[in-house]
């Protein structure tokens, strides 16, 4: 059984900097490539990024291009994102997730597990 753990959530103002990490249980991890989604209130899970299994290949939804980058660690089983020049507008639960594929990165089709998320709210 797969596990995702996200951390690193929080409370930031407008313009600030927050890095979440997503930990995987699982002997592969390597194998698969790895996405965040976020879903703020009243709205639904929209795509953020992927990764490929490694890490030679990132995507990100054009809203956070230029501020977010994904990255992973196949050593420590880890995935992250670092989030940089925050908006409002960013404000969400961020979720990861584990992808099947490479292909058809932004549909939540792709991911067969996904972690329970983590708050990031950003102050104006």
């Known amino acids: 059984q797969v596990q995702l753990v996200e951390s690193g959530g929080g409370l930031v103002q407008v313009g600030g900097s927050l890095r979440l990490s997503c930990a995987a249980s699982g002997r592969t991890f390597s194998s698969y490539p790895m996405g965040w989604f976020r879903q703020a209130p009243g709205k639904e899970r929209e795509f953020v990024a992927h990764?490929?299994?490694?890490?030679?290949?990132?995507y990100y939804t054009d809203s956070v291009k230029g501020r977010f980058t994904i990255s992973r660690d196949n050593f420590k089983n880890m995935v992250y994102l670092q989030m940089n020049s925050l908006k409002p507008e960013d404000t969400a639960v961020y979720f990861c997730?584990?992808?099947?594929?490479?292909?058809?990165?932004?549909?939540?089709?792709?991911?067969?597990?996904w972690g329970q998320g983590t708050q990031v709210t950003v102050s104006s």
């Open positions: 997730a584990r992808g099947r594929s490479s292909t058809a990165v932004s549909g939540a089709g792709n991911y067969d597990y």
């Open positions: 990764i490929d299994w490694s890490g030679g290949r990132v």
